[in-house]
Nanobody
Framework: QVQVVESGGGLAQTGGSLRLSCAASGRAVNTRSMAWFRQAAGKEREFVASIAMNSDGIAYIDSVKDRFTISRDNAKNTIYLQMNSLKPEDTAVYYC??????????WGRGTQVTVSS
């Protein structure tokens, strides 16, 4: 089993910044990729960004390109999401998803990000 824990959410003003972290742990964790999703109140969960753990593969949803940066620390099985120029529409619960090499997915419980206008 893989445990996934997000941290770093909170309250920011429009134009401000926050940095999220996601750590994966467990016996023999063999991580293929990790990703951030978000779910705003009353809306479906949407993809935000992803990163491959053993290649240069990175992807973003268009609405966060040039504002958010995803990065990784393979030694710690951890990814980060640096969020700059935050907007009220970025307000959501942010979830981390870990995909292991047998293609199973594991989710964290989420961390709240609130951007005030």
């Amino acid at each position: 089993q893989v445990q996934v824990v997000e941290s770093g959410g909170g309250l920011a003003q429009t134009g401000g910044s926050l940095r999220l972290s996601c750590a994966a742990s467990g016996r023999a964790v063999n991580t293929r990729s990790m990703a951030w999703f978000r779910q705003a109140a009353g809306k479906e969960r949407e993809f935000v960004a992803s990163i491959a753990m053993n290649s240069d593969g990175i992807a973003y949803i268009d609405s966060v390109k040039d504002r958010f940066t995803i990065s990784r620390d393979n030694a710690k099985n951890t990814i980060y999401l640096q969020m700059n120029s935050l907007k009220p529409e970025d307000t959501a619960v942010y979830y981390c998803k870990v995909r292991v090499f047998d293609l199973r997915d594991f989710w964290g419980r989420g961390t709240q990000v609130t951007v005030s206008s």
